[in-house]
């Protein structure tokens, strides 16, 4: 009989055992459970933090025109690197004879700024010949390979004039603009710059040019004034292709 009992004893001693292991670990994942809503709650922030670090910049390109200019493109390139921003060049085939010009592109292309095609002698093109048309790009563009080792494919008409009936003999991208200041009209920098600030928005292309002392000041001031109100600023070529 005393045998028996001392087994009776260690049989609901060894129930109660697996009882409380059973019961257990959903008691220890209910407060581990517990332990994380608290920390949740105790960052209130956290989650909208995330959402915020992972949004997006409003993205707009600025563009500049009937370059390289041998006295104001490297002081708008040194101002750019300062403010770590890529812009497009349209450049003109016969502002880039000179070994000093030839330079100035290399250091656009190494700096990953993107180089476009603006023909070789500022011509309107619809005003020319399929073949001089042609020719104009073509010449520009070979030039640009010859410099930087690329071709550019991206191509703005002078005037904005273009001639569609070419695309079936270049392989190029015609480019526009959709904020103009017409900085080629004035020297007045703070006119310049307060068309553009007051125009532009998310995926718009400006259009300067890097041949006027003000439009390189009014491009430096706008691009400080955009940044600050969350603008990022990329190449033609990112725009289009995001």
């Known amino acids: 009989m005393k045998l ?64 390289p200019n041998i006295v104001h493109t490297p002081r708008l390139l040194d101002g750019l690197k300062k403010r770590n921003v890529k812009a497009t060049f349209f450049l003109l085939g016969q502002n880039m004879e000179t070994e000093e010009a030839k330079e100035i592109v290399r250091r656009m292309y190494k700096e990953g700024h993107l180089i476009g095609n603006h023909t070789y002698h500022h011509l309107e093109i619809p005003k020319l010949t399929t073949e001089e048309a042609i020719r104009e790009i073509k010449n520009t563009e070979n030039l640009i390979e010859e410099i930087t080792g690329e071709k550019s494919g991206y191509f703005r008409p002078p005037y904005g004039a273009w001639d569609k009936n070419l695309e079936k003999y270049l392989s190029v991208i015609p480019i526009l603009w959709t904020v103009d200041p017409r900085d080629w009209d004035t020297s007045n920098k703070e006119e310049i ?22 439009s390189v000041e009014a491009a430096l001031e706008m691009i400080d004034i955009l940044k600050k109100r969350g603008y990022e ?5 990112q725009l289009i292709m995001d």
């Open 4 to 67: 028996t009992n001392y087994i009776h004893c260690l049989q609901i001693v060894f129930m109660i055992l697996l009882v409380g292991l059973v019961f257990s670990e959903p008691l220890l994942m209910k407060k581990g459970k517990e332990k994380m809503q608290e920390k949740e709650v105790s960052y209130p922030h956290a989650k909208a933090y995330v959402c915020e670090s992972q949004m997006e910049k409003p993205k707009i390109a600025i563009t500049f025109d009937d370059g």
């Open 233 to 237: 600023f990329v190449t033609v070529e």
């Open 193 to 214: 710059v307060n068309k553009v600030v007051t125009q532009v928005k998310e995926n718009d292309i400006i259009l300067l040019h890097d041949c006027y002392d003000s």
